[in-house]
């Protein structure tokens, strides 16, 4: 390394590769999985695990074709909960999906044990 060369902090440096890269933007997108349960409510939590996002898109296992349906209907209203205050990593759409039959999914999601 040249002597001219100034040094710089290793975190400066990080997040102008995570700009640079986009992976910032992912990285914020991907935020909102944990954030699901108290952004929609323990109604919709209940019934729906959230399994991943790609390019503005979350991806949600629902449990059954009845909440499928309804969430369907709900979907700009609950965007528009998933991205109120958050200026990265927005979502833009969702795509529910049913769960697999007799438990969680093949994808890691887990339901709530019933009371």
Known sequence: M?????FTRLGDEL?????????????????I???WAER?????????????????T???????????????MMEREIVRRLNAGRA????DRIRFVMAETGGPS?????WPEKS
């Open 2 to 6: 040249s002597r001219d060369r100034a």
């Open 15 to 31: 997040a102008a590769w995570l700009e640079r890269t986009g992976v910032g933007d992912r990285i914020a997108e991907a935020g």
């Open 33 to 35: 999985v944990p954030e």
């Open 40 to 56: 929609v409510g323990p109604g919709i939590a209940a019934v729906t695990t959230p399994l991943r996002t790609a390019h503005g």
């Open 58 to 72: 979350l991806v949600v296992a629902v449990r059954s074709s009845a909440w499928l349906m309804e969430l369907h």
């Open 88 to 91: 990265r990593g927005r979502i």
């Open 106 to 110: 093949s994808h890691g999601a887990s």
